[in-house]
């Protein structure tokens, strides 16, 4: 085995000097990070550094200017339908089907993975994350936002993909539902899956994931694992450690 | 279940448990449309039924006798005598007594129709509102006297003129219609073979822009709604090609749309039926001048307003795209979709190549003009002009829906935006 594909095998995510701009605005200045297989990588910075774009990107949903993304090998510019078999992607401001049923849109989910007995197993799994199994029958319309959000992360989780990209996981859910999401992707990480998550929350970000990346103004200021970043910048928590970087940026 | 099947089922599903589209584009046709027509043909039969009507005789005379018993003879009248000697207090008495239109036959009736001077009678319509009741009650008034007019013209001639036909005297003139249809001579008038024409052609083009404008609006709205609930990005992150959502989200569009236009044109035609009354036989079929459309026909017909719906289709999708939600969307759908449909109408009234040349190739340019074209066509089985039209369709159907599968297959899905009347938002980071 070579080095290149002892690289593929072991790398989830390769992102290398990827720009990008929306007209004449500069959204990504050519930035460059690596995720290994099983870990959680956060990208965590304010709002409007960049990390929407970033992981819209590695969904395949929008082009790159410049630059390469692969995921598990895979060119989301030259593969993107190859790419998109090994994710799941849960927007920040994602909706479910309102006229649907929570069941009935995890069984539309389900179809576009699995067949036949593993669809309703998979809808199984889903229900049991978004622990909303008295209301799961009833249309999303009545769903609350917390409710809603909750069968979101099912729905990207139930699937057990190989790499979970998710957007401000917990947006929109009061304390209690946000602990009970942060460990149900924590559980899903234990299971061998990837997950690439970005928040602004990075206190969040700081327990969940095993390293992070800090972005701002599109580039990325520094990178490591929580312990190693608070120790570099002498900080009590990755908001410590974010403001020391924009200042020593 | 295919991935395309996946997403046709989620979208019908989606569209017809949506409210507003069952009830304002399914429910509302059926029942609303063959309501108002059941309310006009009632208004109608109310006024068709028996008169009633109130005679003061100023004359009482041998011809003014004569016009009540006329009057009296005829099975829609209800004559009421009234016994005022003037208009006031006629028009108290025809009040209390309810009656709607009331005659005066003058003194002199008599003598003047005798002398052929000219003898009048007065007519009085007590309107209490401006009812399609009150309108044909005093229409109906009027055919009568004119009916027992022409009996005492005749009366009066037959008297005057032993051995003359009355009918000669009172039209001297009468004309025959004869048309030449794909040189066959017909012996009915043009207007006849028009009406009958146009009863075809006109349902194609009003059917037509239904269906366009509803699959249109359908899929502006099926679109949009993607983008209004934030649910487009997901979909488009799923493992299933782009082309597949396009085409299963056309496809449910279309079905729904198509369960859509059938309940309104049920609805409309039963609202239509309110107006038709008993016209007789007609003396001529359209098979017998060749006319009539062979299954031929009826398939290119088919072609050709498959392919129209397909371009309305392909073309409201594009349009969707570059709006944020339904309401912009519905908006942009209609201001773009109607200028390419609505010019079409003018063929109802006018055969294309009877056109002003400019205006004659505006309509071939635009293509939802092709079906109603052909819908005629077909009928004169000029099948040549159907053909031609079914290959520009097709040519712009296969534009649109390149464009539609390219925008499909890029971030432009997700970035072109169209702002109505807002500063342009600045990109998401």
Do not use: C, W
């Not at chain 1, 057990?160 to 559980?187: C, F, H, M, Y």
């Not at chain 2, 609303?32 to 027509?37: H, Q, Y």
């Not at chain 2, 009812?131 to 022409?150: F, L, Y």
């Not at chain 2, 009234?349 to 340019?365: C, E, G, Q, R, W």
């Amino acid at each position: 085995m070579n080095e290149i594909e002892k690289g593929i095998r072991m790398t989830a995510i390769e992102v290398e000097n990827l720009v990008k701009n929306y007209g004449s605005i500069e959204a990504l200045r050519g930035i460059s990070f690596a995720v290994g297989e099983g870990e959680i990588f956060g990208l965590i910075g304010p709002n409007g550094a960049g990390k929407t774009t970033a992981l819209r990107v590695v969904s395949t949903l929008l082009e790159i200017t410049s630059g390469t993304v692969k995921v598990f090998g895979f060119d989301v510019k030259e593969d993107p339908e190859e790419v998109r078999k090994k994710i799941s992607y849960l927007p920040e401001e994602a909706g479910a089907y309102k006229n649907l049923s929570g069941k009935e849109y995890l069984n539309f989910m389900a179809q576009f993975y699995t067949e036949g007995r593993n669809v309703r197993e998979m809808i199984e799994t889903g229900i049991l994350i978004s622990g909303l199994e008295d209301r799961i029958s009833d249309k999303v319309n009545t769903y609350s936002k917390g409710m809603t959000r909750k069968l979101l992360v099912a729905r990207a989780l139930m699937m057990e993909p190989p790499l979970a990209i998710l957007d401000e996981p917990t947006s929109g859910l009061d304390v209690i539902n946000s602990q009970e999401v942060r460990k149900i992707i924590k559980g899903f990480a234990r299971k061998g899956s990837t997950v690439l998550l970005s928040s602004h929350n990075m206190l969040e970000v700081e327990f969940l994931s095993d390293r992070v990346a800090l972005i701002g103004e599109g580039q990325i200021l520094d990178s490591g694992s929580p312990a190693e970043l608070k120790e570099r910048y002498t900080a009590q928590n990755l908001e410590e450690v974010f403001m020391e970087a924009v200042a020593h940026g | 279940m295919g991935k395309l099947t996946t997403i046709l089922i989620k979208e019908m599903k989606d569209l017809l448990r949506d409210p507003k589209i069952v009830i304002g584009m399914i429910v509302v046709p059926l029942v609303m449309f063959p309501a108002m027509g059941a309310m006009f043909r009632t208004g109608i039969e109310s006024a068709e039924g028996e008169i009633q009507l109130g005679v003061i005789d100023l004359d009482n005379q041998e011809f003014s006798k004569a016009f009540i018993t006329a009057l009296q003879n005829n099975p829609s009248v209800k004559l009421a005598d009234l016994e005022s000697q003037d208009t006031e207090d006629a028009i108290r008495e025809a009040e209390s007594a309810e009656l709607k239109v009331f005659i005066v036959i003058p003194e002199g009736f008599t003598s003047d129709i005798e002398d052929v001077a000219g003898a009048e009678i007065e007519g009085y319509a007590l309107v209490k509102g401006l009812g399609m009741s009150e309108v044909i009650s005093t229409a109906r008034v009027d055919e009568i006297i004119q009916r027992i007019n022409r009996q005492l013209s005749e009366a009066v001639i037959e008297d005057q003129m032993p051995g003359v036909d009355p009918g000669n005297v009172i039209n001297p003139i009468t004309s025959r219609g004869y048309t030449i249809v794909q040189g066959k001579k017909v012996n009915v008038p043009p207007a006849l073979i028009a009406g009958l024409i146009s009863s075809q052609s006109f349902i194609v083009p009003v059917v037509l822009m239904v269906m366009i404008l509803f699959v249109a609006q359908m899929a502006a709205t099926s679109m949009a709604t993607e983008k209004e609930n934030k649910t487009l990005e997901t979909l488009l992150t799923l493992p299933v090609s782009r082309l597949s959502i396009l085409a299963g989200k056309m496809g449910g569009t279309a079905v729904v749309s198509l369960i859509a236009a059938v309940a309104y044109i049920i609805g409309f035609s039963y609202y239509m039926s309110a107006f038709q009354f008993d016209s007789g036989e007609l003396p001529i079929n359209l098979e017998e001048i060749g006319l009539s459309i062979t299954p031929v026909g009826f398939i290119l017909l088919g072609i050709s307003i498959f392919m129209a719906v397909l371009a309305a289709l392909s073309l409201a999708m594009i349009l969707a795209v570059f709006t944020q939600d339904v309401r912009s969307a519905q908006s942009l759908v209609s201001f773009t979709i109607m200028p390419l449909v609505f010019p079409a109408m003018i063929l109802v009234f006018a055969d294309i190549n009877s056109l002003p040349t400019a205006l004659k190739y505006v309509l071939l340019v635009l293509p939802f003009s092709h079906p109603t074209i052909a819908a005629s066509a077909v009928a004169l089985k000029d099948y040549g002009l159907v053909l031609g039209g079914i290959a520009y369709l097709a040519v712009f159907t296969l534009v649109v829906l390149y464009i539609a599968a390219r925008m499909f297959s890029t971030e432009r899905v997700i970035t072109a935006k169209i702002t109505f009347g807002r500063k342009k938002a600045k990109p998401e980071r």
